[in-house]
T-cell receptor, first 111, second 113 residues
């Protein structure tokens, strides 16, 4: 089965700096890679996703890159703000069947 | 609000008991996914249903079962509960069960005493 590894487990950055979270996956059949943000006690919410036919996707301050050859994908948050503080999860799926999640990264943005 | 509803919000029960968690997907969504999130843990995929049929199975214990009804709501049944089953249980729904965004419900927090 698929194995998704996520690093780092915790990340602290100064407000305005960039944050990068990295994930690797094992199953080359995985073709959909969403990222979720989860605030304490709340539901996970999709912040960005990428499909295997795309190498990079941006949405304002958030970007995701995918390297299919190396089987890794990364989340980049620029100009971080205190409200970006949360736990971020990456996931991998083959066509929407069985989503495998990373173990999460707790991001703290220090004002 | 994602449009996915889950009941109950909180559930406190004793070891050995059986509980049922309920999920109503967003209007029009055919696929339902169930996840378990233990304290300080990631999301563990349990099972997926699409239009009433089981589509994928993850790390779901034999003591757990689920089904999706003709009106597309889903129930997750947990039996012979153990202390370690205490967790937040999320369901999520998606339009096609394919590589689409999942919309998560607010979760049911289960505490087994």
């Amino acid at each position: 089965g698929e194995n998704v590894e996520q690093h780092p487990s915790t990340l602290s950055v100064q407000e305005g700096d960039s944050a990068v979270i990295k994930c690797t996956y094992s199953d080359s059949a995985s073709n959909y890679f969403p990222w979720y943000k989860q605030e304490l006690g709340k539901r996970p919410q999709l912040i960005i996703d990428i499909r295997s036919n795309v190498g990079e996707k941006k949405d304002q301050r958030i970007a995701v890159t995918l390297n299919k050859t190396a089987k890794h994908f990364s989340l980049h948050i620029t100009e971080t703000q205190p409200e970006d503080s949360a736990v971020y999860f990456c996931a991998a799926s083959e066509s929407g069947n069985q989503f495998y999640f990373g173990t999460g990264t707790s991001l703290t943005v220090i004002p | 609000d994602s449009g996915v509803t889950q009941t109950p919000k909180h559930l406190i029960t004793a070891t050995g008991q059986r509980v049922t968690l309920r999920c109503s997907p967003r209007s029009g969504d055919l696929s339902v996914y169930w996840y378990q999130q233990s304290l300080d843990q990631g999301l563990q995929f349990l099972i997926q249903y699409y239009n009433g049929e089981e589509r994928a199975k993850g790390n779901i214990l034999e003591r757990f079962s689920a089904q999706q009804f003709p009106d597309l709501h889903s129930e997750l049944n947990l039996s012979s509960l153990e202390l370690g089953d205490s967790a937040l249980y999320f369901c999520a729904s998606g339009p096609s069960g394919g590589a689409d965004e999942q919309f998560f419900g607010p979760g049911t927090r289960l505490t087994v005493l």
